[in-house]
């Protein structure tokens, strides 16, 4: 039992870095570069935790494999936790289930790159245990849940959004729960949201000399409003009558938000976010009045789109011109490395990952949602079915907030659809387990 132990211990974290050791270097994402200049820089800019920045900030001297033995470390621990407070810890178990989410998901890649995601699934677990096996876990690591879980939705907006959706259905929920929801519980999964977000603004405050929340959300919004046409259609109809900086822009405008925002496009003449916010949120705020209908409808095939563009990779093998640039700016000793990883050297392709990864995602979906209905028919929620509920209301929520707000894109799927194989997976165990104590008793 002790070798099975250790075996899990030390396979478990190895094989969740793995995709990093074989790069060479922690895996990077265009997001990366505006989390790492945050200490540099000394100000705020959209969508970029100073938090996570910090956090980052901390691993450079090792090559920001400090970072990826945090990330692995805290994803063993979290899923070992959970299987612990199901009643499911046997170690051998724990090596199967591992090394099956890091074989089928996207745990390994999540957790070997320097990218927030890696912690939204992370946090959506701690909460869960927090609020529904709270009285199974010890003083110490109901501190680690709430540290984690505060750090977690300090690091990106959508992973706040997420769990302060799952707290409040909790809420919800008790009175007819009671046996399953502790309202400690929901204090401390409360108490830690709390946190996070007074982490960020003293972060904020602290890197910027200013008490702000990290700006960008209705540059966001915009950016998908215009993806769906939406802004070039209140362009027209107010142009004649109203000025505003892209009327002369508004039959150029380009197709996607991410190039309208990040690629070099009339966003960068007329000032981008300084120059911007003001009129984009003008505009974001006026089409939600004018539009009603066609909003509706636009937020709805988002949602839908997010929930099934689940696919691994996106972002890895695009050129990251601004990361790169950061990293050679800001840590030249980081430059020769980085530039010699094979993701630098476009040696990495998800195409064939994602022949398995894509249909296992989806089949976890079904089978959470089909736990779910089955614990709601038995009028019946037992841990399983509580579990696979919070996984369902996760990834629908995580599919309003960032297919809605920023657009569809597979990267905010696959941060999160691995907990729903995690549940899959302990809904099968649990099954067997059941049988082989049925076939006991016969």
Known sequence: MTGAVWTAAVLIPLFLVAPAIWNGYPLLQWDTGGYLARWYEGYLVPSRSTVFGLYLH??????????????????????????????????VRLLIIGLSLILTTALPWLSSMLLTDIFAGLSVLALF???????????????????????SAATHSATLGVLFGLTLLGLLARPWLRERIALMGLAQGALSLVAGALMLLSTNYALSGQWAWTPGGY??????????????????????????KLCPYRNELPATADQ???????????????????????????????????????????TAEQLVDIATGEGCTEWL???????????????????????QRKEINFTAVNWLHVPVAL?????VLALLAFGLWRRRLDDVALLSATVCFTLLGNAMICGILSGPHDRYGARLVWIATFAALIAASRFLDDEADDLRAA
């Open 129 to 151: 245990i927090l609020v529904a096996k709270g009285d199974r876990v010890s003083a110490l690591e109901k501190v680690l849940l709430v540290v984690l879980t505060a750090f």
């Open 321 to 343: 011109g601004h990361t790169y640039g950061i990293i050679e700016r800001y840590i030249p000793l980081q430059a020769k490395p980085m530039r010699a990883a094979r993701q």
């Open 363 to 367: 089949a976890s979906m079904l089978a």
């Open 219 to 244: 540059g966001v919004a915009f950016g998908r409003m215009m993806q769906d046409g939406i802004v070039a259609r209140f362009l027209n109809d107010h142009c004649g009558r109203e000025n505003f």
């Open 58 to 91: 901390m691993g450079e001297a090792s090559g920001f494999w400090l970072n990826l033995a945090i990330q692995a470390l805290a994803t063993f621990w979290i899923l070992q936790l959970t299987l612990r407070v199901f009643g499911l810890v046997h170690p």
């Open 260 to 302: 309208f925002l990040w690629g070099h496009s009339m966003f960068d003449d007329l000032g981008r976010f300084a120059g911007m916010d003001d009129e984009m949120g003008y505009i974001v705020v006026h089409a939600l009045k004018d539009y009603p209908l066609w909003q509706a409808e636009a937020a709805l095939k988002a």
